[in-house]
């Protein structure tokens, strides 16, 4: 299959899962997980009809952006952003979806006021309580949630997760359907401060259906447009 066949199933897939559970498939959006992807693939990509990349080293996306390799698409950073690169992404990027700590939000914060704009971002919840992965625990998301609130140069417009590596039957389901709890919780509870929380990122190659069936509005899904990812990465 080719680039453009792949994006028009997965786009398909999408659409078949949204409206198995009466969902409107414009609600949601693909976004290109284009790791280690060069920047020929990345145009093709959009030249196919891919609208979001997502990128998560810092140093792959900068080489990208000197290229101009996004034009055309939005740029979500989705990997785990240390304190220290932070100059390098924010107001470079439409959305940073892994902001995973107060640390880090203030990081941004400070940056985006330095630049004298507002940058997008959304919490990442470590759903599945794991030691390797960055997030906050949902006990926490209410605080920081608050937090970014009131940081006059972040705007805070959802949630996104990385569950773990699905074991049982129903896969990550029970973790999708937890992240849609907090996200109706959260959205609630911002609406009445004014704040519009409209973004739940969660989902992969394995498991985006079922991502889309428990609620996603962004799914970020990279091997089943690529295919499996090459062990030694070139720009
Ligand atoms: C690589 C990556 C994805 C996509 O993973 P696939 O399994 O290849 O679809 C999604 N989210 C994040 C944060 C990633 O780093």
């Known amino acids: 299959m080719s680039l453009e066949e792949r994006v028009a199933q997965v786009k398909a897939?999408?659409?078949?899962?949204?409206?198995?559970?009466?969902?409107?498939?414009?609600?949601?959006?693909?976004?290109?997980?284009?790791?280690?992807?060069?920047s020929d693939t990345i145009r093709q990509a959009i030249a196919a009809g891919i609208t979001v990349c997502g990128e998560n080293r810092v140093q792959e996306m900068t080489a990208h952006l000197d290229d101009d390799a996004y034009a055309g698409a939005a740029l979500h950073f989705i990997g785990h952003l240390q304190t220290n690169k932070v100059k390098q992404v924010v107001g470079r990027v439409d959305l940073i979806e892994s902001v995973g700590s107060e640390h880090l939000l203030d990081a941004i914060e400070a940056q985006a006021a330095k630049l004298d704009l507002v940058q997008d971002i959304l919490l990442e919840i470590n759903i599945g309580a794991e030691a390797s992965k960055s997030g906050i625990s949902p006990a926490e998301l209410p605080a920081l949630a608050r937090k970014a609130a009131a940081c006059p140069h972040v705007r805070l417009r959802g949630l996104m997760a990385i569950p773990p590596v699905a074991e049982g039957p129903d896969g990550n389901r029970p973790f999708f359907a937890k992240m849609r709890q907090l996200f109706v919780d959260i959205s609630r509870e911002m609406s009445d401060n004014g704040i519009i929380i409209d973004c739940l990122s969660m989902g992969m190659s394995g498991d985006y259906q079922d991502a889309v069936r428990e609620g996603a509005t962004l799914v970020r899904v990279g091997t089943a447009l690529f295919g499996p990812r090459p062990p030694i990465h070139k720009v």
């Open 13 to 38: 897939n999408i659409a078949a899962a949204a409206r198995e559970v009466g969902r409107d498939p414009s609600e949601i959006t693909l976004v290109a997980a284009t790791k280690v992807q060069s």
